[in-house]
């Protein structure tokens, strides 16, 4: 569960709670080019953890949108390890088939 809020122009701050114990806040930017893709870029201002939680210290995300495609971008900071590239993918709309 989580909500995205935008104090201010150019300003995104990211709230989570995931199933797994980890709560966080992310902050960052967004911005848009001038052919029209948009990125925010996220890094953590805290974490919170449940007991039986893995533990996790640091996360970054970059979202990209550009035309009908998304880019996702996941590394974090956990298990005594420095942050580092966890996931990534990407989603493309489709065209609806002809009726």
Do not use: C
């Not at 939680?53 to 420095?82: C, E, Q, W």
Request: net charge negative; proline share 6%; no cysteine.
């Amino acid at each position: 569960m989580g909500y995205w809020r935008f104090p201010a122009p150019g300003r995104v701050e990211f709230v989570v709670s995931h199933p797994t114990g980890i709560n966080e806040i992310e902050e960052g930017t967004l911005a848009t080019k001038s052919d029209g893709a948009m990125t925010i870029e996220l890094s953590t201002t805290s974490v919170a953890l449940s007991g039986s939680a893995k533990s996790v210290t640091g996360l970054a995300r970059t979202f990209r949108v550009h035309g009908d495609t998304i880019n996702y971008r996941l590394a974090m900071a956990a298990v005594g390890l420095p942050l580092q590239h966890h996931l990534a993918a990407e989603l493309r709309r489709e065209s609806p088939p002809d009726a």
